[in-house]
C-alpha cells in the first residue's frame, strides 16, 4: 500500500509545492509531519534553537531528540515517513527564505510574535514572494490561524499583535500536546484547500475548553 492510498482523490496535489516551516516548535513540527503525511514532499525547515525536555509534551519529538538540533530531529522524523523526500535544513537564525520560486507557501510557528514580525518584513521585501503565509499562533488551549494570499507587510500588520499581549492573545509560553496537534491539523487542512483553490478561512479561532471555533471563510481567488 503506498502513503498516498487513503487520501487519494481529497488531495492529490501537495507535492507540487515547496514548503518553508518557520519554527519547528510545537505547531512547525506538527504541521510538518501532517504535511508530509499528506504528500508534501519538499520541505526546508527553519530554527536555531535545540530540542529540550520540555519540548517533548508539545511538540513531536521525544527524549532521543534532547540536545540535537529541532530542524535536524524533525527532518529525521519526516525522513521516515518518506524517505525519499527532499529535505533542506537550516539550523540559524532566520534571514531569507530559500529556494525561493513560484512554487512557494511559508508556514509561521515561531514562539514570539515580533519574530514572526520580523520574519515577514524579510520576506516580503525579497523579489519573489511566496503564494501564501499561513500563521498558526498557539496558546494552551486556544489556536488561531491566519491564512494570507499573495502576502504583503501591509496585510500581515492588520493580524498582528505584540508580544505583550501574549497573555490575553495566542503565542505566548503556555501550550498542552493536544492544542499543537490540533494546529497541525488546522494548517494542512488550510494548504488543501488553497491549493486544490476551493472555499477556505482566512481567519479561524478555536477554544479547547468549550470547544467553540469562529471563522472567517471566502471563495478561493
Not at 41 to 58: K, M, Q, R, T, W
Not at 108 to 120: N, Q
Not at 166 to 178: D, I, Q, R, V, W
Amino acid at each position: 500500500m503506498a502513503l498516498e492510498d487513503r487520501y487519494n482523490g481529497i488531495v492529490d496535489n501537495l507535492n507540487k509545492y515547496v514548503y518553508h516551516v518557520l519554527g519547528c516548535g510545537a505547531i512547525g513540527s506538527s504541521a510538518a509531519i501532517q504535511l508530509v503525511r499528506t504528500g508534501a514532499d519538499n520541505l526546508h525547515l527553519y530554527d536555531f534553537d535545540e530540542v529540550e525536555e520540555a519540548n517533548i509534551g508539545v511538540s513531536q519529538y521525544d527524549k532521543r531528540h534532547i540536545g540535537v538540533k529541532k530542524v535536524k530531529a524533525l527532518s529525521h522524523i519526516l525522513k521516515d515517513i518518506n524517505k525519499d523526500m527532499n529535505i533542506n535544513i537550516h539550523s540559524e537564525r532566520f534571514e531569507e527564505l530559500y529556494s525561493m520560486g513560484d512554487d512557494e507557501i511559508v508556514i509561521l510557528g515561531f514562539d514570539s510574535m515580533k519574530s514572526r514580525l520580523e520574519a515577514v518584513e524579510l520576506i516580503c521585501k525579497s523579489m519573489h514572494k511566496p503564494l501564501f503565509i499561513i500563521d498558526g499562533r498557539m496558546g494552551a488551549e486556544h489556536y488561531q490561524q491566519y491564512t494570507i494570499l499573495k502576502p504583503t507587510l501591509k496585510k500581515y500588520q492588520e493580524v498582528w499583535y505584540p508580544d505583550e499581549n501574549g497573555s490575553e492573545e495566542p503565542c505566548n509560553m503556555k501550550a498542552t500536546s493536544y492544542c499543537s496537534n490540533m494546529s497541525g491539523s488546522f494548517i494542512a487542512n488550510a494548504i488543501r484547500k488553497v491549493v486544490t483553490k476551493q472555499p477556505y478561512e482566512k481567519f479561524i479561532s478555536f477554544h479547547f475548553p468549550t470547544m467553540s471555533i469562529e471563522k472567517n471563510s471566502c471563495l478561493f481567488k
